[in-house]
């Protein structure tokens, strides 16, 4: 049986049941329970989550929505990009030294209409910011060697389709 980790924040968890129904019997997908959340708190955790799964021959791996959030209404993302970068470079090694194959998801777009609140506080992504993230994550991934897949190119056509309209605030 082929092992596949998933590494990643809630697009993972959505679409983790599935993907594990598409592979069928040959392929056994394992993630952590929880989000992954920003690439700091992956890089930092990844510690505790390697032991707790089979030796992956594959590591599916995304950080970046969480890093680009506007969290506080602030006019820079949560985590700089220089920051960003730097908390991937120093997760490649940790889950190349797995001897998997590493595939790299680009981070997907957000549909502008969910926009919406957190805690009462105004919070936002932005596919620009989103677009800048990925193309450095993306020239960082190729320097390594690291496949790509570009789910942002794939679904930034198709928003009004593919993002689900459950999401969506009623006010929008």
């Not at 993907?19 to 959340?37: F, I, K, M, Q, W």
């Not at 908390?87 to 090694?93: A, G, Q, S, W």
């Amino acid at each position: 049986m082929k092992e596949i980790l998933l590494i990643g924040d809630s697009i993972r968890m959505f679409c983790q049941k599935r993907l594990t129904e598409l592979l069928g019997d040959e392929y056994h997908v394992s993630a952590p329970g929880e989000n992954c959340r920003f690439a700091a708190y992956t890089r930092n955790s990844l510690r505790f989550w390697l032991n707790d799964f089979p030796k992956p021959g594959i590591i599916h791996w995304n950080n970046g929505l969480w890093d680009i959030a506007r969290v506080y209404g602030e006019d820079e993302c949560f985590t700089p990009l220089d920051e960003y970068i730097n908390n991937l470079r120093r997760t490649l090694p940790i889950l190349k030294a797995t001897g998997a194959k590493i595939i790299f998801a680009t981070t997907t777009p957000t549909d502008p209409r969910r926009a919406k609140p957190l805690s009462g506080i105004p919070s936002c992504h932005l596919n620009s910011d989103i677009e800048r993230y990925n193309s450095a994550a993306v020239e960082l991934m190729k320097e390594n060697g690291v496949m790509i897949n570009d789910l942002y190119s794939v679904v930034s056509p198709h928003i009004a389709e593919y993002i689900s309209e459950e999401l969506i605030p009623p006010n929008a």
